[in-house]
Nanobody
Framework: QVQLVESGGGSVQAGGSLRLSCAAF????????RAWFRQAPGKEREKVAT???????SYADSVKGRFTISPDNAKNTLYLQMNNLTPDDTAMYYC????????????????WGQGTQVTVSS
């Protein structure tokens, strides 16, 4: 059974950093598209960062230069390093994956984690 488990969320002050982890179980993810999404209360889900099966990385404009997505294929784990956090980054963060080389639209992701909360105070 495929399962994604996020961890690493928490509460930090503006300017701080967090590293989110997403461990995958039940399949080997190295050739999959993998992504981080977030959703704040009252807002639509936002794609934060993606990495394709070929290793092509893409970021939302709002996080460019501050967030870094990186895989550890040996550990079947995906990370999101978040630096210089602002209150606007407060949201539930989800990892997702799709058994496709090229990343699909958000509704094309097959597997989702349960989410980890990130709260940034000013």
């Amino acid at each position: 059974q495929v399962q994604l488990v996020e961890s690493g969320g928490g509460s930090v002050q503006a300017g701080g950093s967090l590293r989110l982890s997403c461990a995958a179980f039940g399949y080997t993810v190295s050739s999959y598209c993998r992504a981080w999404f977030r959703q704040a209360p009252g807002k639509e889900r936002e794609k934060v960062a993606t990495i394709s099966g070929g290793g092509i990385i893409s970021y939302a404009d709002s996080v460019k230069g501050r967030f870094t997505i990186s895989p550890d294929n040996a550990k079947n784990t995906l990370y999101l390093q978040m630096n210089n956090l602002t209150p606007d980054d407060t949201a539930m963060y989800y990892c997702a994956s799709a058994p496709r080389w090229i990343c699909p639209p958000p509704n094309g992701f097959n597997y989702w984690g349960q989410g980890t909360q990130v709260t940034v105070s000013s």
